[in-house]
Every structure is written in C-alpha cells, then in structure tokens.
C-alpha cells in the first residue's frame, strides 16, 4: 500500500532552503561559511512596529481573528494600495494571510482547475511552479535571458497563450534576478493582456520597497486591468519581518472572497498580534525602511563591483531586490581534481565545501546556468564572500 500520495512526489523541496541547511551543517562542523543563500534581510524590525505588537500582547489581543484580517488592518492595507500604488482594492477585497507565499498558494488555488496553464516568466521564484503543481495546474515557462535582463518581451508573452492559459505569475523586483520591469515594459504586456481576457494576472510585488531604479508601478494601475490582477505583498521584505508570517492580497472580490473560503479550511486567520503589528508597519514611518533600501543599494554596488572581477562570471545590472544571478556556464565542465562541475547545482557545493560561501543554483529558478546569490549580509562577509567565490573559482581547470 502506498502510504504518501501523488502530489507529495511531484513537488521539490525548495532549493533556497536546502542550501541554508546544509551551510548550517557545515557551520556545525566549526567551518565559517559565508551565507548567501537566503533572502532574508539582516536587519531588525523597526522599534515601532515591536512595540505594537507588545502592547497588543499586554492588552490580551489573544483571541481568534475574522479570517481575513482585522478590519482596521485591511483598512490600512486598503489605504496603502491606493496611496502608494494607486491601486483601488477596497477593505472586502483584502485578504491577510500567513506570508506572502500563502497568498500566492491561496490565490493559485482559487482560480486554477486541473490542467490550466499558467504561464511563468523564467526565472522564477523557486516556490511558483510547485505551487502550480500542488493545484494540478500547468506551469507553462518562457524564457527570459540575460541579454533581456531576465525579462520577457510581448511577443514572447503571445506566442506562449494557449486555450488552456487560466493566469499569469510574476514578480517585480524579480526574485531570482532583481529584475525590474519598467512601465514601457509593463504596458507593453498589458497590451497582450487586453486582447485576452480571460488570463488573471498574480502579481508578487513583495520586494516593491527595494527598488534602486524608479518608483514602483503596479499592472493593476493600467487601463482595462482593475478587475484581473491579484496583487501580493507583505512585510517580510521591506520591514524586515520575515519571522512574522503576514503576506495580503488586494483581489476582485469574487476571487477575495473565494480566498478567504480556501484560507478559513486552511489556516484561518493569521497571528492577531502580527496582524497589530502590521497595523503600525503599514500607518507608521517607512524611514526605517528607507535605510534598510539604501544599505542595500550599497551592498549591491559592492558586490556588483567584485563579481566584474572574477574571469568567466556574467552578471545583469540588478534594479531592485537584493540578489544576483549571474551566468556561470564558463565553468560546466571543468575540474577540481578529479571532481567534475557538470552542473550549476555542482558548482554550488562546489563553492560551499571549497569555498565555504554558500549560494543556490540556478536550477531552482528555471535557469541552469546560473547560481542565486543574495546580498542581504553584512558588507564585511559580502567581501569576504567574493574573495572565497574568487580563490575558489581560480583552482577549476
């Protein structure tokens, strides 16, 4: 009898978090890694936002949520979209859910039947595929190299439409690349978009604060999308809560309200003291944010500068997000002794038992010539990171 079912063996476990297991073992081992496999800022939670969450847990706000959130938190959230994102998603179509992650797997879910195709620009947030699957869905990928900046164009978004295209799934700033799509870009997919519209589009716009290029734009705010994005964000990114747990979605109403549905079998609502938090995150100062976005900027020109260095490694320009994900294809085939690197996940472990700097391949994003490397450490380990990566890249032949 088989005891696990179908869906279990046709997901992975995310590579991003595998690498960070594993660099912990060798760490245990006494060995100093240098992690740059997760993303995840390295920077506390403002004092403002904790200091909420501290009152709320003295006044006793300890008892189960509507599953949507709290009303004065969907209203903030209601606030935000429109002030910051001149998007118009009112408090009945917001939906507070466990992580940003949670609301994409809620909204997938709610829309995607057996055998739908959603198309996925390439590369991917490791999660976005598998997600897919989970719904018995079709990830339907198109590739976007190097030399778009890891973005698509409108004629690759028409020839990948099929009768069977149920959503679109993206993310701006782009987790792998740090990819930013501009608003010649956007409305260039938008225009696709508008000759067919049955295709729901899944906005991930959690690193909308960590933007080193222009403001952030929305598809939700050009003409004729209102009532077909799914907006996602939270606050794991921008307020450096990623402990937290508390993703939104502004949605049409009849997908909010079937989210909600979903979320009340799953979860139901999540923590009353985060979501108090997130209250004060959301109507509070963003200056603490602010300085997190210009370390980051910092960190990226630091290692923008020493990754230009190192022979055989190719990188874009990243304009928002804090990771890199250069083309390292130079080094498949070579050899350390008389061990081969036939692969980016290869030249991973490479570099982590070699180099001790950890990373993640590029497999994990659709791309395998390519390794993920985040910046969101210190500048002191960022350095020492891209001496190790250097030294140990040097000893392949």
Not at 326 to 332: G, K
Request: hydrophobic share 40%; with cysteine; net charge negative.
């Amino acid at each position: 009898m088989e005891t696990l079912a179908n869906r279990v063996f046709q997901i992975n476990e995310p590579q991003t978090i595998a690498m960070s297991k594993k660099a912990r073992e060798l760490a245990a081992t006494g060995i100093d890694v240098v992690s740059l496999s997760l993303g995840e800022p390295d920077f506390e939670t403002p004092e403002h936002i904790k200091a909420a969450a501290i009152a709320a847990i003295t006044n006793n706000f300890s008892y189960y949520t509507p599953v949507a959130g709290i009303p004065e938190l969907r209203e903030a959230i209601s606030k935000k979209f429109l002030e910051e994102n001149n998007l118009h998603y009112a408090p009945d179509q917001i939906v507070v859910s466990t992580g940003a992650k949670h609301s994409i797997m809620n909204a997938i879910m709610a829309i995607v039947n057996p055998g739908d195709e959603v198309i996925i620009p390439t590369p991917y947030w490791v999660s976005y595929s598998e997600m897919v699957k989970l719904a018995e869905g079709v990830p339907a990928f198109i590739d976007a190299p190097l030399d778009q900046n890891y973005k698509i164009t409108a004629q690759q978004l028409q020839a990948a439409i099929t009768p069977k295209s149920k959503a679109f799934l993206f993310s701006s700033p782009c987790n792998p690349t740090g990819s930013v799509y501009s608003k010649d870009e956007l409305e260039s997919l938008v225009e696709v978009f508008r000759k067919h519209p049955e295709i729901i589009i899944i906005s991930d716009e959690i690193y909308e604060y960590i933007n080193f290029s222009s403001k952030h734009i929305s598809i939700g705010t050009f003409a004729g999308m209102e009532n077909r994005v799914i907006t996602i964000n939270g606050l794991s990114k921008g307020f450096a809560m990623t402990g937290w747990r508390l993703g939104y979605m502004g949605a049409p109403k009849e997908i909010a309200q079937a989210c909600e549905k979903i979320q009340s079998q799953f979860t139901s609502a999540t923590s009353g003291i985060t979501q108090k938090a997130a209250v004060a995150a959301l109507t509070g100062s963003r200056e603490p944010s602010f300085k997190m976005v210009e370390a980051f900027r910092r960190r990226k020109e630091l290692m923008l500068a020493g990754l230009s260095q190192i022979p055989g490694i190719k990188c874009n320009h990243p304009d928002g997000a804090f990771y890199f994900f250069p083309d390292i294809s130079h080094f498949l085939g070579m050899h350390f002794g008389s061990e081969k690197i036939e692969t980016a996940t290869d030249l991973c472990m490479y570099l982590l038992n070699e180099g001790h700097v950890s990373m993640v391949t590029g497999e994990a994003f659709g791309n395998p010539n390519c390794l993920r490397i985040s910046y969101a450490t210190s500048d002191e380990k960022l350095t020492m990171a891209i001496e190790r990566i250097k030294n140990a890249l040097a000893k392949l032949a």
